[in-house]
């Protein structure tokens, strides 16, 4: 079978030749893979960056995809750490963390869909007590995991969504999928009176963002709960510690670990479901899987699709 194999951090995997995988485990299966998403967190892992990575060369990379099982069945698979991954023609998957999808589900809007809505998804259903009528921010709201947190918030009832990021007419775009309202970083005081903050990009920018913020809330002992999801504008943020005092704000994460996996793969069908009715727009683009080495430093809008 042919491959996505990556041999080095610093070069994109080359699509070459590549051994069959092979089941060693009773809850492992053999599956054709029909789609696979080139998500942040998928180079992240690949190159070593992201703290669930192996760290191991070489490797497939490709997180999760869209796979046909051995009965025919269509299934969304997210892997554990492997160093064979959904960058192929076949691999292996754990069948216990992977679901049937809805029938005529799209595997490439499936597959584009799943990883960056997931984390707005999860975040709203297992990190905070959320409940229809909360008011919400999405900082970053312009990337494409932002673009779906505006529209998972407003699907779970989110009475008042502000979408916020630095381009202003990517945020023009916003009010089409659910946004009540959009601001740049410099008017991040207009989304004073949130209830929950999904941020993706954390740094310096969101670090800068909070003190006007809190200042502005009419009423700072009202509960915030900030929810740290990417970071996009830095591994870490220099949070000043007046706002820990001077209002009732919760920091919390979300992602691999701070979720329990069971809780992930519980999420799945919830998520499958809402694409596949057109729920959440999606933005994808297929790319034949022979042209990887391309597709890995492309700099588009859309969230690429490897399709073997």
């Excluded at 999760?64 to 554990?80: I, K, N, T």
């Excluded at 999801?229 to 943020?237: E, K, L, P």
């Amino acid at each position: 079978m042919h491959a996505a194999v990556l041999t080095a951090f610093d070069a994109p995997p080359i699509y070459r030749d590549h051994p069959e995988p092979v089941a060693t485990d009773d809850n492992d299966m053999v599956v054709e893979v029909l789609a696979a998403g080139l998500h942040h967190l998928t180079r992240a892992k690949a190159n070593g960056s992201h703290y669930s990575s192996t760290g191991a060369l070489p490797l497939v990379p490709g997180a999760d995809g869209v796979v046909r099982d051995q009965s025919g069945q269509l299934r969304y698979a997210a892997l554990d750490d492997t160093n064979l991954g959904t960058f192929a023609d076949r691999t292996v998957i754990d069948v216990r963390r992977s679901v049937v999808l809805p029938e005529g589900a799209d595997p490439v809007r499936i597959a584009a869909a799943m990883n960056p809505g997931m984390s707005s998804w999860v975040a709203l259903r297992r990190r905070v007590q959320f409940t229809p009528g909360q008011r919400v921010l999405v900082i970053g709201a312009t990337g494409n995991a932002g673009r779906m947190a505006v529209q998972v918030a407003k699907l779970f009832g989110a009475a008042h969504v502000i979408a916020a990021g630095r381009d202003a007419a990517r945020l023009a775009a916003l009010p089409a999928l659910g946004a009540d309202e959009t601001c740049t970083f410099d008017r991040i005081d207009r989304a004073a009176d949130v209830d929950i903050v999904l941020d993706y990009v954390w740094g310096e920018p969101s670090a800068n963002a909070m003190i006007p913020m809190l200042t502005a809330r009419a009423d700072r002992t009202a509960p915030l709960t900030w929810i740290q999801i990417g970071s996009m504008g830095g591994r870490t943020a220099p949070v000043p510690s007046v706002a820990l005092r001077s209002a009732r704000l919760q920091i919390v994460g979300s992602g691999i670990g701070s979720v329990p996996a069971q809780d992930f793969i519980k999420e799945l069908p919830g998520l499958a479901a809402a694409v596949a009715q057109g729920a959440i727009d999606v933005r994808a683009r297929a790319v034949p899987l022979a042209e990887v080495a391309q597709a890995w430093t492309a700099d588009t809008d859309d969230r690429i699709v490897l399709v073997p």
